[in-house]
């Protein structure tokens, strides 16, 4: 069964930056892209971006960009999202999530890790 | 990017009875639409993809359709498990984009 097993939570401080991990398992890591959502408390999923694990290629959402990074390493099947600057409304569970396609980006998301709620309070 | 609107906020259904979740694109997604249970303390699971083709191991009672802007989730007959927020999905379009989410309450 595919698994997606995420890092603990994280308590930062405002203007600190957070990296919160994803360990792939049952299946072909370089084979899928993995996206990261978070969901702000009691809110909606919000889309962040993506990572090609095969090639390291991103595609950030633009709200995001400049201050978000997603990395992989490929020998752990581990993907990374970092996310600089923190603010109090970032404040959020953080997800990282499979693509459904294997061969394109399908943006349709068919296994989800557990979450990685990130704190940010000074 | 494109707006996804869910209708009603919050649904309260006794067990038993049929559920009907609405979800409205501000553009056509086409069929690119998909809907996630997700349950208190739990990521969200994809239940439908492709507005009306159920995932692997979803069940019957749970159907999709829809196409261009607007789209309906049904549950047939609920049972316990089914309560939860339900979050309508655009994958068409960069970005991609959800709902705001429906809850479904017991009445």
């Known amino acids: 069964q595919v698994q997606l097993v995420q890092s603990g939570a994280e308590v930062k401080k405002p203007g600190a930056s957070v990296k919160v991990s994803c360990k792939a398992s049952?299946?072909?890591?370089?084979?899928?892209?993995l996206h990261w959502v978070r969901q702000a408390p009691g809110q909606g999923v919000e889309w962040m971006g993506w990572?090609?694990?095969?090639?390291?290629?991103?595609n950030y959402a633009q709200k995001f960009q400049g201050r978000v990074t997603m990395t992989r390493d490929t020998s752990s099947s581990t993907a990374y999202m970092e996310l600089s600057r923190l603010r109090s409304d970032d404040t959020a569970v953080y997800y990282c999530?499979?693509?459904?396609?294997?061969?394109?980006?399908?943006?349709?998301?068919?296994?989800w890790g557990q979450g990685t709620l990130v704190t940010v309070s000074s | 990017e494109i707006v996804m609107t869910q209708s009603p906020a919050t649904l309260s259904v006794s067990p038993g009875e049929r559920a009907t979740l609405s979800c409205r694109a501000s553009?056509?997604?086409?069929?690119?639409l998909a809907w996630y249970q997700q349950k208190p303390g739990q990521a969200p699971r994809l239940l439908i993809y492709?507005?009306?083709t159920r995932a692997t191991g979803i069940p019957a009672r749970f159907s999709g359709s829809g196409s261009g802007t607007e789209f309906t989730l049904t549950i047939s007959s609920l049972q316990s498990e089914d309560f939860a927020v339900y979050y309508c999905?655009?994958?068409?379009?960069?970005?991609?984009?959800f709902g705001q989410g429906t809850k479904v309450e017991i009445k």
């Open positions: 999530a499979r693509d459904a396609d294997g061969d394109y980006v399908s943006n349709l998301l068919d296994y």
């Open positions: 049952e299946y072909t890591f370089t084979g899928y892209n």
């Open positions: 990572i090609n694990p095969d090639s390291g290629g991103t």
């Open positions: 553009q056509s997604v086409s069929s690119n």
């Open positions: 492709g507005a009306s």
């Open positions: 999905q655009q994958y068409t379009n960069w970005p991609q984009t």
